[in-house]
């Protein structure tokens, strides 16, 4: 039993496939020509009707997928073909070609009309190409790719059957009544419609009112294909700028002062160039949560890394803290801290640059950058804050709230002795440092 | 009374509409040929005026819909008809083409052209059609078939008035000068234009640009209705394509590791061959309770039969269970439940494959597959889990809550003790093995 | 001073809109066939420089709004018009015609191109139409019959600027040779081409070329528009369509019982044909709480007028049920309170029929219909259901749960008692129906 | 170090840019017209050749930016430019023109088609347009910007192809041989197609045929970029349009009151007019805190600078107020507040008129328009509405529920002090009022 998805079965398909274009082309060509005696059609008549005996043979060893099951029962996978494809696959398979050749029946006779059929395999380009593009092509690309092949395939059809209904001009060559019946066809397809080429007598006549219907619901269905791809081209950036666009509306429409609105589209544009529009959150949110959670480690390891207090935490502590955290954007000049407010938030740095300071912002105890952390001090001793911490740059911050942290730290008894010591060395920095600052004050 | 929605009224709508389409191809050829002689033109414009009056009683004796309410009301079906439709009807009902037969007016006078007025009843077309293809008919292609219908109409009519519009040139057939006509309309219309058939003098240019803006309209409208039609084609694997896409192309931003991406794709395209991206609760939440309720039942039918303990629960303590439970996925390699953990979750596996394993995963208890549930034990005994388990391949879980679970229990006593026999058993078995393991461990 | 949106102005401005469409059109035919001299061009280069001249005083007496606020200073009002429009008014109202009519300069000099600088008007039509359609029309039907307006009059101005490139043929009559350059432009604009008329020489050729570009661009905008307009069609009946096919390919795909999926069909065909895929609530949710009390007062008026204990209530009372009342829907069949379960919800029916029965479906009390109430007795005395109630047929039914039920009664006494004697009445005919059933089960 | 986005690298690209476009306008022409002796193409040829030579220096000397950062590191300049660009840019760099202009190649030769390979520095365009366009053009209008640019030099190469493809007609000059021949081109790519120029031979045809395809898949593009950029064009009105619609469509099919309708119908040309449909709430909603803080703030500072009461109140006050107060609107007619009723809310008034009434509404207490507040009397009492207010017109008013008034109170207890002294001195007024109207009553 071959399985549907196997390397073999796709190259099988592929050999069909390529088979049965040939075919297609050839066939209508060698009919219209009347070459029945040249080699080169003969033998593809012969490879054909040999490939599509031998497909049929494998289309009854071949198992198929039902509701995400692979069935390999021989009944079943026989009962299904015949439904199905069999009909279609024995016409095609009908060795006609051959027979009509070994006949040597009369050049032109229309009999030869009959080999024609051999094209009905073409239903199953559709679905074989489907299946080997498989789920990585884009769906609107794929239709669009095939209404190409199909248009392209329906003008050589179009052409030989032009050349069928015209009389022999004396001493044209074969290929360049071909290329005029071609260029005709295109011309019509395509609405361009020189005239210079135009049909004589009510059959002619008849077969171009086809042709240009046809043609003409052909080029809508390109144009409506291109544009739908083209309205899906580029989503997130016009998504992004329309947005821009109606809050800046908004903005000029109720007189926001100029500095404001700039302070705004700057940081509409900083979004756009640290995450192209992506919201990690809605980005996560389907993934089930063991793929979410290896995903969201890899992004923050950067920064638990560069946490000293982390280096003894173990993997679990980790995984929870990174969980719980929620990123966070202030823009620069932002306060993220001030002193004397009762805080409730841990920050870490995960890009950008902030300064600490003193309550009345003269003296800068610190700046802090990426992979650095504060805010834990009001955390562990319930009293305000002790600095003002303002963004100096575009930060991307991630917080810790004092309910996640509160449940950590009862959690992992080990990692909580850690941080009540950095905790209480940095509070006495601070308290240093502001001695200083007063004494600096009174020699002043 | 005659209901609107019965079968027979849709049929004699279709002969209305049959009869309608027959005479307005009819009187444009006939009143332009001249041929009032013929016998099929004097039939057909007979049969039209009889079956036009016929339609007017049936019309006064048809029951209408009002806010989903059929009106069968003689008065209230008449008022209304005399408002509406009657004018139109009554133009098209009059026996015009049989009064100018007897008349024997003579042929070609510009007194035919007065038959045209039956094309009126054509209005009808649209309404009849969409009564006719109800609610099982996508909008979008009534619309685009209308069109085509409507477009194909109106170029037989500008074919005759181009035959009208030209002098009879000596020895061609009717039917011949027809077809150069129609060809030439279907050319313009189709914006193909060869130009080799033109306009000579003011009156035949100024019927040339009528027809050129209306064909541009008309060609303009269909490329519209296309891409409409292909914009909402497949939607569905559009989303899913474009989400894979977003995805993707955060992860590649972000530098994901190769290993996981493929993950995540892996993920998706199992959620895609598994359910076509449908997503269960999603597309069941617009229904009311008892329909939604019976989907379900039959959907979890096959697990519910499988679950052993579930043999001897009534039908109300399944649905209780069904409504209650939650499906959710893993991927291969994923931790369902660990040994140790304090658990709150019982499982049913709907589709995979899981492993039961000890808390160091030496030693492999069992396989659990479709039809089977684990987790049961920590929600009853109130003590961490006893064994780890993991999928081994991607698996479709129902998961029941503790609280849904305790409150199913409290409601059925019966079904209570039934659990915890399995429990009991299973507890014995597990311990069992693990003393088993601890020997041939003490041995080695 | 003139209000921006008073009638008068209106007019004006229609009365402008008409000279200049009007003057668009005379000047470029005037222009090139160089009938300076004749009665009807002259009289509107008189009237249309009079009109225009006007507007400019019009204009600097015309209120605008700003901020939807009615400015009506007159220094304001200068100072916005000289800012603005000003330069184009005071171009088209120059009397360029007027002078040139007086220095009788020859005719087919160059210098008359002067005056095509009155077209520079039109720029004020889009905005003009826009004021005058106001938010009646739908902005993409305006948007493109301004298209075929710009696009007719372009290829009016293109027609006379080929007349103008083409030298005058001998003895043909003015309408003819413009009739057959606007037949040209048509032609060459709806991309046809016929070619029976073509450029001769770089002059023609280049004007050829430039038209022909224009002309695409211009029937690119029109499909555009088309399409856009197109997909805005029965939008609600599209999306109606779509998820009913989103639910039928997930029932078939898994399996769902035919019979099933019938149901859950007639269930949307019921809410597409009662409500026309409206929601109710969403319909209503963004209006202020007054004008959605006003509405939902007047949708349930019925309702309430039907249900006898309402006859006393009071305004607020009914008000107050109304608001929090829930619309909820029934399929035949449906059970919709069940004799022994605990109930917390009474319903009002509006549309359909239910049947009260007793616990075994054996015996049945009654039929409500629309207008009728159920479900009061086990809310009032805290007491299993004492019926089954089943729906025969579709039902709209509003639900009143018990929170909502027993904070009306508290804030209204008087009511209460009126509903406790409904419940104690019904509740007594129950009794009495279940002892005669007894009685008659025994006897039998 | 050259900076990616300095002003210096901006101005070269341009430069770059412009000599890019110049070369493949004048090689394609100078190649097919063997002008290889002219002044003009020579010097441009020199002058390519050294720019392209200049800018791979400058692309070795450009910083590149790498996930926000700006990366220096002349190595890995170096290798992402190698492993890049590189490539192309020194085949556009070969001085293929200068070694043929020393060398003297015979005219007309097939070895000058060689400096076509220069055209290859077009695939630069793309990425410099972008790049200098930034975020602030519409990515859907620079999309077809680009194209059209493209369609435009394609026409170029093509009609150059064409007169390469065609004999040269003794007497003709270049100019006026490249005007036809460019006329031919667009005649085709427009899909207009005259065919007063038409190929013989199969070289010339088979050309034709190339230059037709590929001419419809562009016209295609272009008429899909133009339905893209339509559909996204006053997105904000069609969407109110649709809302109106859907919500008229509904009012209608249930019958409710014209009046009402209209009611409904002002409301929404309110909304429009006023904040042509922006939802303030929802526009600010993405923004992070402080920004958003900042606006309102400067929104509503009119407003609170009209409060008497808030003269006193410090920043932070007033920001607590401004991000806790809710907008909501009242229609003409409609009771905001009602005698009796106990309430809940204080009103400052942002625009409208509200009167202030007795119970009965028989005596007007007051007006009071925008700037003004009401309803902090039974805040602070607890006691029923003294008055029943009523707005007059379409009022925008700013609700601030008891829950946050009582929390901002406790947190400023000097502010409290202010309110409760103006929540006294009104109510005083207010019952001598009452005496009054109660004296005057006993009066009468």
């Not at 027979?99 to 009999?111: D, H, Q, R, Y």
């Not at 993997?315 to 823009?331: G, Y």
Request: proline letters at 4%; charged letters at 20%; hydrophobic letters at 45%.
């Amino acid at each position: 039993m071959i399985h549907l998805e196997s390397r073999i079965k796709k190259c099988w398909d592929l050999t069909v496939l390529v088979v049965t274009i040939g075919t297609a082309l050839v066939i209508p060509f060698s009919v219209v020509f009347k070459n029945t005696g040249e080699p080169v059609p003969i033998l593809l008549t012969f490879l054909s009707t040999i490939v599509f005996i031998v497909d049929m043979f494998v289309s009854f060893n071949t198992s198929f997928i039902y509701q995400g099951k692979n069935i390999e029962d021989k009944r079943e996978v026989a009962r299904r073909y015949l439904r199905g494809w069999f009909t279609i696959d024995l016409i095609a398979a009908l060795p006609l070609g051959i027979i009509l050749t070994f006949l040597l029946t009369p050049e032109g006779s229309a009999v030869h009309l009959v080999r024609v059929l051999a094209l009905i395999k073409l239903f199953h380009v559709g679905k074989t190409m489907q299946r080997i593009g498989g789920t990585n092509v884009n769906p609107a690309i794929l239709r669009l790719s095939l209404l190409v092949f199909w248009i392209l395939l329906a003008a050589h059809v179009a052409s030989c059957g032009w050349i069928f209904l015209n009389e022999t001009p004396v001493g044209t060559q074969n290929y360049e009544r071909y290329i005029r019946a071609f260029y005709w066809t295109i011309t019509t397809i395509t609405t361009i419609g020189y005239g210079d080429i135009t049909p004589e007598g009510p059959r002619q006549t008849l077969y171009v009112i086809f042709i240009e219907i046809l043609g003409a619901g052909m080029y809508g269905l390109v144009i409506g294909n291109i544009a739908n791809l083209i309205a899906n081209i580029d989503v997130a950036k016009t998504q992004y700028k329309e947005k821009l666009d109606k809050i800046n509306t908004f903005l000029k429409y109720r007189n926001i002062p100029v500095d404001q609105q700039r302070k705004i589209n700057d940081y509409y544009n900083y979004l756009w160039e640290s995450r192209r529009g992506y919201d990690e959150s809605s980005v996560l949110a389907d993934l089930p949560g063991p793929l979410k959670q290896s995903v969201l480690l890899f992004l923050n390891k950067e920064i638990i890394e560069k946490v000293p207090i982390f280096e003894a935490a173990g993997e679990d502590l980790i995984k929870d803290i990174i969980v719980n955290m929620e990123p966070v954007v202030f823009t620069p000049g932002d306060y993220i801290v001030r002193a004397g407010e009762v805080g409730f938030d841990m920050y870490f740095i995960s890009r950008g640059r902030v300064d600490v300071m003193s309550a009345d912002e003269t003296a800068r105890y610190a700046t802090l950058t990426a992979g650095q952390f504060f805010g834990e001090i009001a955390l562990l001793l319930s009293m305000p804050r002790t600095a003002t911490i303002k963004a100096t740059e575009y930060c991307d911050l991630y917080r810790l709230d004092k309910e996640t942290f509160d449940g950590i730290l009862t959690r992992y008894p080990d990692f909580m002795k850690n941080i009540q010591a950095t905790a209480d060395a940095r509070r006495a920095e601070i308290d240093a440092r502001t001695q200083a600052a007063k004494k600096t004050k009174q020699k002043d």
